[in-house]
């Protein structure tokens, strides 16, 4: 497959970023034929079609998100009112991944600003593991924490499936746990929790009304992250999934298969125009941070999906960025508040 | 799905199926080609091809079979010797499912072969979700049991899940627990024990030397007990997957793209010539029971694949019966010496 992966998809590139950067007019959701009213949120119906369209929906993640959030905040309020419990996530970060970091000053952020109260541990490159487990038992046994998120990826000298395994379930808000991940995989299995990125992911496909039953949905990636439980998931709502990895032969002619496609492989434009089948619905959720030295931070993030080409043959896609980033956390917290509730037996 | 089923796939039916039971003659191995020596065993590579053959390989699971349960009775017996251990094997089985009945008859019959003492709770049909757990938690407890088996389905009245969740991991030999099938689902994760089906499957295609690394593999159906964890076995072994269910649009379309085939529908001969591409390798695991008066038992098994066209496709497939069945139970076996051998440490 890496024979077939590009760091840039046209030689108008930087005019497609600039493009993609710009917050007011092209995100702005379009009015289209196949939408029964407008583009965002519930009200609105996008069946998968079969043709191409010159201008493809842009699903945008981060105004569905801060619908969550709202919502989530309001909820969080009430229960306060209503029985005195203030909600708490804690987070486990080990050493100085830069993108970690941002992820999680990102989520204390949206933490405060719906009322849940952060806890965090910030421990160095080279901890111990028992440092971590000993961290997470104490959240674990901690009444004022309903949430525990232990930062991925970890060191390489640690056990990652150990310290998972320690999470408390009833904690377990990133939906790491294996025995999550097993009843996400059972049929009438209960997941406690389902990871927040494919979470997002399907919380999109739905708040756009994209029929998932019955179709064709290839998933490019399968880490135990995003691809492999975003493939449960859609196979959970009656999709017929394919997984697509390092291994494959032909990708390209398998995501052309695609009715849903859903690309976590951190390869920037790998999915090329000639990829997408005409009128399919693409979420992209890998991205790579690209240096440019015209960019104040000095890179620019750079999904999977090159966008240029994809937004002439798909009939939906999630930008980079606003698209379903923004998702992950507002899933996160919506996770944080249905544990409280669980624990509280909150209605 | 539904309206592409058949319950014959031609008019020769009896012929081929008095022709499907011969036991001396079609199903022996036959040379060919692709085989670097004999069909059988791991002696010989079974390249998977692009052209159809006039005669495909039998996969004799039977024979296979046979052999895994003779290397277990040696290790049986030098467990035994060595430190005294007798291996037990306990089965819960509730209600009278005639194919519940039969399949634990003949676990009871190959564990006594292999010199595996076998334990059994026979429950009423009417019994309470609280009996079978008692029953769990007995063996859970009882250091002579190394493995135990909840014989599925259950009634409808009693949580599966639930007595599922109760058995204990270390002698889930079944390996349907949900934290069992979550370390199968992960990257990284290390199940204790895999499904018998399913692993029967992978190891016929082992055993055969049948490549799975980077080949397109489709798997009919998505239960807990063969689709699913089939599914999860043949990614970890880097295959490309495609789970085919009853919601799938155009399953004949998919099927035909499989370099490796698992079906585990339970639809007699669902599966034409037309559905196979040339040199695919079939393993049919669904069977069903017709009835056949001609029979001394009243009926006969039919399985998934229509054989009479598939074996003019196909490179290789499994027979019914002589295929995956008998596999079924020689891996139940593995799982539970592997679960003696950890408990008591034995090497």
Not at 114 to 124: D, K, M, N, Y
Not at 204 to 218: S, T
Not at 246 to 267: K, M
């Amino acid at each position: 497959m890496a024979s077939l992966i590009f760091t840039d998809c046209s030689s108008s590139t930087m005019l497609r970023h600039n493009h993609l950067n710009r917050r007011n007019g092209s995100y702005l959701p379009r009015p289209c034929a196949s939408l029964r009213s407008t583009a965002s949120g519930r009200g609105c119906t996008l069946s998968i079609r079969s043709s191409s369209s010159p201008f493809a929906i842009v699903i945008n993640g981060k105004a569905e998100a801060k619908k969550i959030r709202d919502d989530i905040k309001t909820e969080v309020s009430r229960m306060k009112e209503s029985i005195g419990v203030v909600h708490g996530l804690a987070v486990i970060l080990v050493g100085e991944n830069k993108e970690s970091a941002t992820y999680v000053r990102n989520k204390k952020k949206a933490c405060e600003s719906a009322g849940i109260q952060s806890f965090e541990v910030l421990l160095p490159e080279d901890s111990s593991e028992e440092e971590v487990l000993r961290s997470v038992s104490g959240f674990n046994d901690d009444p004022c924490v309903h949430g525990i998120l232990v930062q991925l990826p970890l060191p390489s000298h640690m056990d990652e499936q150990n310290i998972l395994n320690a999470v408390s379930i009833e904690k377990d808000v990133h939906g790491f746990h294996p025995l999550n991940i097993g009843r996400l995989a059972m049929r009438g299995g209960e997941p406690l929790f389902v990871p927040c990125t494919p979470k997002g992911c399907i919380e999109l496909l739905h708040r756009y009304n994209i029929e998932i039953e019955g179709k064709r949905a290839v998933v490019i990636g399968r880490s135990n992250i995003v691809g492999m439980p975003a493939a449960l998931l859609l196979q959970r709502e009656d999709a017929t999934i394919t997984i697509i990895h390092s291994r494959t032969e032909n990708p390209e002619e398998i995501t052309r298969e695609a009715d849903i496609l859903i690309s976590a492989a951190g390869q920037p434009n790998m999915v090329r125009g000639s990829w997408i089948k005409p009128g399919a619905v693409i979420i992209g959720v890998g991205t790579k941070r690209v240096e440019d030295s015209s960019d104040a931070r000095g890179y620019r993030l750079v999904g999977d999906i090159c966008y240029e080409e994809a937004r002439k043959v798909a009939s939906a896609f999630t930008p980079v960025p606003d698209g379903v980033g923004p998702m992950t956390i507002a899933m996160l917290l919506l996770n944080t508040l249905a544990s409280a509730k669980k624990i509280h037996n909150f209605q």
